[in-house]
Structures are given as structure tokens and as C-alpha cells.
């Protein structure tokens, strides 16, 4: 575990990071021409979401061949030229393992609904409950039953996520020897680490039942045996001591401590999700209000003082593609906000991720036409939303704050024409303010979101304190600020972060008491120290 808290993971979803060849779809050597970007940013670990052949029904999350490079994306060749040229540079390939479903289109699932018996017990099929009614009332994450009719055989399938995506059953131990020997295939090609898309689904309940309260994921969410079948495919495959992180869908804190700690050899760490949802109105991604930042601050302590005390691990990060933009979302789209948020992450305990164009301060998409999306979560209930009878402007307003296509658009390298990302229009536009926030810009501003970025990372790799030491939260009863104390040995480093747009006081100590105690201002996206916090202002403080 130690190996991996001085490092810092950089997402790069490749359809909209590089086009090396014109057709407006990112590629494998789009991101071998951006590798010396990458080693100046000083990340160590680039994760790629996937380009395995995909019809693209969830942008590759629907996987049609788990041991291919999609033709969109480029060769093996690619592939194998990208792990190379990275490793030269110092830097290593995380992929991304889709391993709780594949796409209808795998060989698999088309085996089994023409009659492959076999390879009906690789997916969840069911008897319906009579009158065309499906096993359960569980809910798919991206709107409507969980359950799909399969007219061959007279039942219905699973799919947790889209129709297309039919889930795996992980009680074959066959599908599980296939899942180990995939992963491996990829290590033996010189990966050093992956992601595993909603880990935590993979065990489904004994019983099939009605969720009297939700939409299922209490009953389907770490299941029976997810930990034994972790635990399984990380030996069977070989990769344990390498980093790995898993996506936590609906989890709690006691199981994601089972999944990181080190002596149960399943994870080096997880992705939860809680903070991301202090926006969610009565707790529905769908209704829009302004960020509790007081459950911000609980949800924080919780997870970082919880798992700190039991030997778990974070994986801390702002944004991902499936997340708007965090700077849109918390802050206001200016320097001052990213800079702040980049702060409040870093500094923590855990892993950083930082995902492609915030470390720019790229924003959300702000389109103003349903026709603009790609993105079938969006597509899909932005008709749920009219069918509530939201009217037009209102349902394209929430999609507008809400869609994940807000963090697929074209990574923003220049002022040109379609930001220096394709010489041709792009599967998806871009926001208008690419002509200013673009790397060629910020590279050249000492005071850029980028050039922050850079220094926030080396600060990280220069300072056991930020790798290793404690954590212990502060200012805890004031709802405008998020902040905490770092310490190791003698050292210690305060945290100061401010969440709105205003001058904001401290309530525990204030700036001036900190200086006379004899901390000393290290950090900040202020240069000069004032009374009070300004907007969006973050502080470090160091006591040697």
C-alpha cells in the first residue's frame, strides 16, 4: 500500500482526449502524442476507460471482446507501442475492466440466446411473475426495469445498467476463470493497474426479491459473496500487490474498509460516491438544488477519519466521466473555484485522481439543445423528465447540470478550431470557452488552474505529511468552509478551503491567531493573506 500514496492516477477517456487521424473520435495514438503533457503534469498512472470493440451503447462501457482493440480506438499495435512509450516516460497503464456485464453483442450472450445452454449459465436469466410481469421491481441505473424480455427463451435477462448490458453470473465459477484470464491478458501485455467498473454489484442476492423501499441497489449492492470472488480473481490473475481501484456503487464505508485492506488482498482502494450527491435534491440525481456543504464536511470526515482508522484506502477525486464538471457543480467556473477544489482533494488522504481537463478548469458542456447530447442516460431521462411533465426548458436545464456528457466533451489543448483536438467536427462539441481555458493558454500563465495542478502534485511527492500523515477534521460546525489538520512526527499542515462565493469567517480560529500561533502560509490561490477568507479562497498553513 505505501507504494501507491505518493502517487497520483490521471483518467484519460480516450474518445475525447486526442484524435491522431482526423475522423473526430479520440484514439490510442492520440494519446501517444500527449504523453509528454502527461510526464510534465507529473502524474504517475494514466487510466484508460475502455476502447475494447463496443456497438457504444454506453460510450464502451458495453463490452463486445474483452482481448481487442476497438478499430475506432486504433491496433494492439497501438496499444502495445502506448504501454512502451509510457513506461519510457515513467508513467504506467491502469485500464478499465467491465467485468459486471458485457454488451448483448459478446459471443457470449449470443451463444446463450440461441441456445447455448452453457452459456446461459454465464447471465442471470428468470422466470417473470405471470401476466408479462418480471421477477423483481429493481431498477437499471439508467431509468426503467432492471428485467428485459428475451423472446428465444421465453424469460428475462438482468441488466443493472442499460438494456444492452446484460449482467454476468459470478456464481459460475467458468464465468469467473474467463473474467481472471481476461485480466490477466492484459497484465501479460504490461498494464500496471486497473479499474473495476461497479465491482460491488458482481454477487447478486441468494433470494430475487422486491425492494419494498428503492430501486434494489440496497439488495443487490456488496453482495454475499463479492469479497470471496474479489479476493478469487485477484489471485487467480496475478495481480495482487499491483493498483487497482474499484468503482463502489451504493456502498458503505464498513464494506469498502473489507475491500482495501491490505491483509485481505482485494483492492488497493475504492471510489465511493457520497459526495457527489449533496446536490441531489431528497436524494434524486434528477432534482436539482444548491450543495449541502455541511453534509459535504460529514461525508469527508467520515470516510477519510473511518477509513484511516481501520487501514482503508481512498481513492479521492472531483470528477470522472460519468460526473459534471466539479468546478460547474461546487464552485462557479472560475480559477479561484478550481483552484479551491483542487486543494480541498489533494491534500487529503488517498490516492488523487484527476480526470482529463480539470486541470484546466474545464467546465460544463452548457448546451442548449437536447441534440447536442450523446450520452443514453441523458437521452433517457430527459424523456422520463417530460413524461413528469417537466417542460422542455426545465428537463434541458437538469440534463444541462446533471449529464455526464458534461465531462466527455473534446480535451481542450488550443484556441483552433475544435481546441486542437481533431482536425475534423468531433462526436461531440465543445464548450464555447475553449478559445481561453486550453492547455496551450495555461502553460504559458504562471497563475493558470494547470500550472496549480502541477505544483499541488509535486507538493504531494515532496511531502510524507500529505502521503502518510493523519487526518483530523476542523471548523466542523461551519457550513461555508471545509477544512482539516494533516499531521506526522512534529509536522503539521492546516487546510482551510472555502465553498462560496463570498468572504466567509472562521469560526474555530481565526487567519490572524494562526499567524501568531507561528504557522506559516504555503499554499494558496490568494497571494496575500486578508481578514477573512475570500471567495473560493483556499490556505495552507504548515507548523514545523
Not at 213 to 220: A, H, Q, V
Request: charged content about 30%.
Amino acid at each position: 500500500m505505501a507504494s501507491f500514496k505518493d502517487k497520483v492516477v490521471y483518467q484519460i477517456y480516450p474518445k475525447s482526449f486526442q484524435d491522431s487521424n482526423g475522423d473526430g473520435l479520440g484514439d490510442l495514438r492520440g494519446v501517444i502524442q500527449r504523453l509528454d503533457y502527461l510526464k510534465d503534469l507529473g502524474v504517475d498512472y494514466l487510466w484508460l476507460t475502455p476502447f475494447f470493440p463496443s456497438p457504444q451503447k454506453d460510450n464502451g462501457y458495453d463490452v463486445s471482446n474483452y482481448c481487442e482493440v476497438d478499430s475506432r480506438f486504433g491496433t494492439m499495435a497501438d496499444f502495445d507501442e502506448l504501454v512502451k512509450s509510457a513506461d519510457e516516460k515513467g508513467l504506467k497503464i491502469m485500464l478499465d475492466m467491465v467485468l459486471c456485464h458485457t454488451s448483448d453483442q459478446h459471443e457470449w450472450f449470443q451463444k446463450a440466446i440461441n441456445g447455448d445452454e452453457n452459456y446461459q449459465r454465464y447471465y442471470i436469466f428468470r422466470d417473470g411473475r405471470g401476466d408479462n410481469e418480471p421477477p423483481t421491481n429493481w431498477q437499471c441505473a439508467f431509468g426503467g426495469s432492471a428485467w428485459q424480455w428475451e423472446s428465444h427463451l421465453k424469460n428475462w435477462y438482468l441488466h443493472l445498467h442499460d438494456v444492452s448490458q446484460p449482467d454476468l453470473d459470478w456464481t459460475n465459477p467458468k464465468v469467473r476463470e474467463e473474467l481472471a484470464n481476461v485480466v490477466r491478458f492484459w497484465k501479460d501485455r504490461g498494464v500496471a493497474g486497473f479499474r473495476f467498473d461497479v465491482i460491488n454489484l458482481i454477487s447478486k442476492p441468494e433470494v430475487f426479491e422486491d425492494d419494498t423501499e428503492g430501486l434494489g441497489r440496497k439488495l443487490f449492492a456488496d453482495g454475499p459473496h463479492v469479497h470471496e470472488y474479489l479476493r478469487e480473481l485477484v489471485k487467480n490473475s496475478g495481480i495482487d500487490g499491483m493498483i487497482t481501484v474499484g468503482e463502489m456503487a451504493s456502498t458503505d464505508l464498513k464494506n469498502c474498509l473489507l475491500y482495501t485492506r491490505p491483509e485481505d488482498h482485494e483492492l488497493s482502494m475504492v471510489f465511493s460516491f457520497h459526495h457527489l450527491k449533496v446536490d441531489y435534491k431528497d436524494g434524486d440525481k434528477w432534482s436539482l438544488m444548491n450543495a449541502d456543504i455541511h453534509e459535504l464536511k460529514k461525508l469527508f470526515e467520515e470516510w477519510q477519519v473511518g477509513m484511516s482508522k481501520s487501514g482503508g484506502w481512498n481513492a479521492v477525486f472531483w470528477c470522472n466521466h460519468d460526473q459534471p464538471r466539479a468546478v460547474s457543480r461546487f464552485g462557479d467556473d472560475g480559477i479561484e473555484s478550481a483552484k479551491m477544489l483542487a486543494t480541498t482533494i489533494h491534500l487529503m488522504r488517498g490516492t488523487p485522481y484527476v480526470y482529463q481537463g480539470e486541470e484546466l478548469g474545464m467546465t460544463n458542456a452548457k448546451f442548449t439543445s437536447i441534440e447536442q447530447y450523446r450520452d443514453v442516460e441523458s437521452l433517457n431521462y430527459y424523456k422520463i423528465l417530460l413524461e413528469q411533465g417537466k417542460s422542455e426548458s426545465d428537463a434541458l436545464k437538469i440534463i444541462g447540470e446533471r449529464s455526464r456528457d458534461n465531462s466527455r466533451t473534446p480535451m481542450q489543448w488550443s484556441a483552433e478550431k475544435f481546441a486542437g483536438f481533431s482536425t475534423a467536427e468531433p462526436w461531440i462539441s465543445s464548450p464555447k470557452n475553449f478559445e481561453t481555458i486550453n492547455v496551450e493558454n495555461e502553460l504559458r500563465d504562471k497563475n493558470s488552474v494547470l500550472n496549480f495542478y502541477k505544483m499541488l502534485i509535486k507538493f504531494r511527492k515532496d511531502n510524507p505529511i500529505v502521503q502518510d500523515g493523519d487526518i483530523e477534521f476542523i471548523e466542523r460546525d461551519n457550513d461555508d468552509v471545509v477544512a482539516y489538520r494533516r499531521t506526522l512526527d512534529s509536522k503539521e499542515l492546516i487546510v482551510i478551503c472555502n465553498f462560496r462565493n463570498s468572504e466567509v469567517k472562521l469560526q474555530d480560529r481565526s487567519l490572524s491567531e494562526y499567524l501568531a500561533a507561528g504557522y506559516k502560509k504555503i499554499l494558496g490561490n490568494y497571494e496575500s493573506i486578508d481578514t477573512n477568507l475570500r471567495p473560493y479562497e483556499s490556505i495552507v498553513f504548515s507548523l514545523n
